[in-house]
């Protein structure tokens, strides 16, 4: 019913910037959308979340102060600005719709995107 589609992923060098898109079509009008990363043999992690209105933010610990979520014109777009890049940033970015809430934890997650790959080479 609704389709996420991440774009932006690439390889890049520590220290460096890199900006993800989620574009989401099907009915999202009043959830709040989320980026979660997963690297392997790791569990998938928390990075941000954004309500609809857009003010509403929260980040994960390990991100904070370096990723900035933000929502698009229209609300259908949800960006992720990933500044300072570490090599442990490295992993699978996957944006989410949050239907009922605005979580923090996968299973609160209604629609997933396929992820896109963000690698950092030290």
């Known amino acids: 019913q609704v389709q996420l589609v991440e774009s932006g992923g690439g390889l890049v060098q520590a220290g460096s910037s890199l900006r993800l898109s989620c574009t989401a079509s099907?009915?999202?009008?009043?959830?709040?959308m989320g980026w979660f990363r997963q690297a392997p043999g790791k569990e998938r992690e928390f990075v941000a979340a954004?309500?609809?209105?857009?003010?509403?933010?929260y980040y994960g610990d390990s991100v904070k102060g370096r990723f900035t979520i933000s929502r698009g014109n229209p609300k259908n777009w949800v960006y992720l600005q990933m500044n300072s890049l570490k090599p442990e940033d490295t992993a699978v970015y996957y944006c989410?719709?949050?239907?009922?809430?605005?979580?923090?934890?996968?299973?609160?997650?209604?629609?997933w995107g396929q992820g896109t790959q963000v690698t950092v080479s030290s």
């Open positions: 989410a719709c949050d239907t009922l809430r605005l979580g923090r934890t996968p299973r609160e997650y209604d629609y």
């Open positions: 954004i309500s609809w209105s857009g003010s509403l933010t």
């Open positions: 099907g009915r999202t009008f009043g959830s709040a």
